[in-house]
């Protein structure tokens, strides 16, 4: 069996700050995307990861590659104008069956862990995503703008990496693009598939805003 690992990180986004995309951002002084990318090599000694790059940042990546020595054998390809796109960028470059995982290049606490679990249950039931059930209270607002109570037994907060056969993928994204897509389950069940949620891990957070790079680097020094 091939496995795969697609890390989207083809974001050009910089609400951090500092006109450096938040992938390259240091976790203690070690840009973040190579934590996420440790954690798939540490599951998986055979993986084939690809890395979707925003194609103006690849020069800089590969710099940050030679500054750190980090030199483990992965397959770049070019980001797209939306997640979506990057994706798709991606998973021509998955060249033979097997099982697929989606992850966001943002997330890099991931553990090897839930990795293999997500492989394993994928190559199971066809899918696997991890999801965390929420703490707080849940609201849903109507289309007029009020909002009602909602049971938050029934609810999940859904995270990478999303593990799929790369026949039930590669298909999946023959669709056109939709706003709807939010994730790699939305595309799939579009398409008519079933999603195979397991538990996620609290710890695995995704950065977006500066107070996230502060927390991550409490987890990782054990706090």
């Not at 976790?27 to 599951?43: E, I, K």
């Not at 790059?53 to 054998?73: A, M, R, T, V």
């Not at 029934?154 to 939010?182: D, G, H, K, M, N």
């Not at 008519?192 to 987890?219: C, F, M, P, Y």
Request: contains cysteine; proline residues 4%; aromatic residues 8%.
């Amino acid at each position: 069996m091939k496995y795969y690992a697609i890390i989207v990180a083809g974001g050009k986004g910089t609400r951090l700050g500092g006109g450096i995309p938040k992938q390259f951002r240091l976790l203690n002084g070690r840009p973040m995307l190579m934590y996420t990318m440790d954690a798939f090599f540490g599951a998986r000694r055979d993986i084939n990861v690809i890395v979707v790059l925003p194609e103006e940042h690849i020069g800089y990546w590969q710099s940050l590659c030679d500054e750190y020595g980090f030199n483990p054998k992965y397959s770049i390809a070019k980001g797209g104008g939306s997640r979506w796109e990057s994706v798709r960028n991606g998973l021509a470059l998955v060249a033979e069956s097997g099982i697929v995982a989606v992850h966001d290049g943002a997330r890099p606490l991931v553990s090897p862990a839930l990795i293999n679990t997500a492989f394993d249950t994928a190559e199971r039931f066809g899918s696997a995503v991890p999801a965390v059930a929420p703490v707080d209270s849940m609201r849903i607002i109507d289309k007029d703008g009020n909002s009602r109570i909602l049971d938050r037994d029934c609810c999940r907060c859904i995270q990478t990496p999303q593990v799929f056969s790369s026949e039930i993928l590669v298909e999946a994204y023959r669709l056109p693009f939709s706003e709807c897509y939010t994730d790699d389950a939305s595309v799939v069940e579009s398409a008519g598939g079933t999603i195979k949620l397991i538990d996620g891990e609290k710890n695995n957070i995704k950065v977006t805003a500066l107070q996230d790079i502060s927390l991550a680097e409490i987890i990782l020094n054990g706090g």
